[in-house]
């Protein structure tokens, strides 16, 4: 299977997208002639060769009339500046002009303030490709759904201040077609970490990971690594959520081609660049299954109070890890004991590691890599006498093999109507068992 694995070794960002396909063999030409077929005005794309930490890669820029990339760290329209890294984005619908080390000003107000709605129209009508049009539209509409939320409005009346520049559509639009141009079967990904800090807004000082970045990644594993900026965009989450079928080690590839896309920035202690891997990748057996690889985690604690071990699993669970349980040991001695266990994704084990050492009388973990097989998960809410309840279904080949009520749901509706929980929770499986379409809420991989 033709596979691309992104290791996103500096987050991932629009434009850092473009230049890596670009690395890997994508005409610059083809992508200006796609782009050629939406009514955006004039531009010009600026495709370079530069190097981040003597690593050689494609730097990918556009400006036209109306809308310009601006060199990083230059005030934008916003009144914020960019510290970040990949002088792309823009925009994520809330006047974030960072995404990544530019600062798009956005000097006319029809440019800088297109609605979904709009930028849907335009898209929908143009004579883009099926794969592009279909792929494009659907992470505008990620996008969109996510600022929605943020900002409590339907998502029909969101105005993307940035998202619906020029910039951001050509990066979208290029990405999707980049894919298609190399013949793209599947894409994965490594594990996603974001910077850490804030980022300065017209809606106010915001951390990072920014709001919409975190609602579209919702349900795929991301983490942070101490770098003080603004790694991955709205737009970079957008082709994450998009295109990743895993996230984590780079599978088995014969690897064809390696392209670097380059962000603006320089950042210290590692290239600023999205490295791209396109290889054929050897067929897995067929099943209706996702897989992915995880990290487990385990030491043996033979002199910790219980009262102290079972706070350690709140604030493993707090710190990212995907689950920690204990397991009763007799070792060395006849002493009883416990075994501590943790799963965890990659990106977060550094942080699950301190926590061990600092919050438990561990002198050494032990730990390795496994594949996980899991359902499709999604997230419905039901009717019941006591009102709407979430359920969880999972999903294998498309069809509803397991359906659990969410506890959090439950709880709020026994304490609101009085009634006990059990009676909650069985109203809500029967509901569900009884309505095997539901309304479908939020999608979590």
């Known amino acids: 299977m033709r596979t691309l694995f992104l290791d996103c070794i500096s987050g991932i960002s629009g434009d850092m997208m473009v230049g890596a396909l ?66 792309h984005e823009h925009h994520h619908g809330h006047e974030h002009p960072h995404e990544h080390g530019h600062s798009h000003e956005h000097s006319h107000e029809e440019e800088s303030h297109r609605t979904y709605a709009q930028i849907r ?41 940035e998202v619906g520049a020029l910039d951001s559509i050509a990066d979208i639009v290029c990405v999707c077609t980049g894919i298609e141009a190399l013949g793209v079967e599947e894409v994965r990904f490594s594990p996603l970490a974001d910077g850490r800090g804030t980022v300065e807004t017209a809606h106010g000082t915001f951390p990072v990971p920014a709001p919409a970045t975190l609602e579209i990644l919702a349900g795929i594993p991301v983490g942070q690594m101490d770098v003080p900026f603004e790694l991955i965009t709205p737009t970079g989450a957008a082709i994450a959520a998009e295109f990743g079928r895993s996230f984590g080690l780079m599978p088995a590839l014969r690897i064809e081609k390696i392209g670097y896309g380059l962000g603006s920035r320089s950042l210290p202690n590692r290239p600023n660049a999205l490295r791209a891997i396109l290889g054929e990748a050897e067929a897995e057996p067929a099943g209706p299954y996702l897989r992915d690889t995880i990290v487990r985690v385990e030491t043996n604690l033979d002199d910790l109070s219980p009262e102290i071990t079972g706070a350690v699993l709140s604030r493993l669970l707090e710190a990212g890890a995907l ?49 996980r097989w899991k359902l499709d998960r999604r997230l419905e809410t039901v009717s019941t006498p006591y009102g709407e309840i979430i359920v969880k279904r999972g999903l294998a080949g498309g069809k509803i093999v397991q359906t659990a009520p969410e506890f959090e749901s439950c709880r709020a509706a026994s304490e609101r109507t009085g009634q006990p929980l059990r009676v909650i929770y069985e109203a809500a499986l029967r509901a569900a068992v009884s309505d095997t379409t539901g309304r479908t809420d939020g999608l979590m991989r």
């Open 323 to 371: 689950d920690a349980t204990l397991s009763p040991l007799q070792m060395k001695k006849n002493r009883p004991g416990v075994l501590l266990t943790v799963l965890c994704e990659e990106g977060v084990l550094e942080k699950i590691a301190a926590l061990l050492f600092a919050e438990t009388s561990a002198f050494g973990i032990r730990m390795d890599r496994v594949e």
């Open 22 to 87: 670009c690395d890997l063999g994508v005409k610059p030409s083809a992508l200006e002639w796609e782009l050629s077929q939406l009514e955006l005005g004039d531009f010009h794309m600026h495709f370079e060769r530069q190097e981040r930490q003597h690593i050689s890669g494609i730097h990918f820029s556009i400006h036209g009339g109306n809308t310009h990339r601006p060199e990083q760290d230059a005030p934008c329209a916003c009144g914020h500046e960019h510290p970040h890294e990949h002088e």
């Open 121 to 161: 129209a335009l898209l929908a009508s143009s004579e883009l490709s099926a794969f592009v049009k279909k792929h494009a539209l659907s992470m505008f509409h990620r996008i969109a759904v996510a600022e929605a939320k943020i900002h409590g409005k339907p998502v029909e009346e969101v105005a993307f201040h």
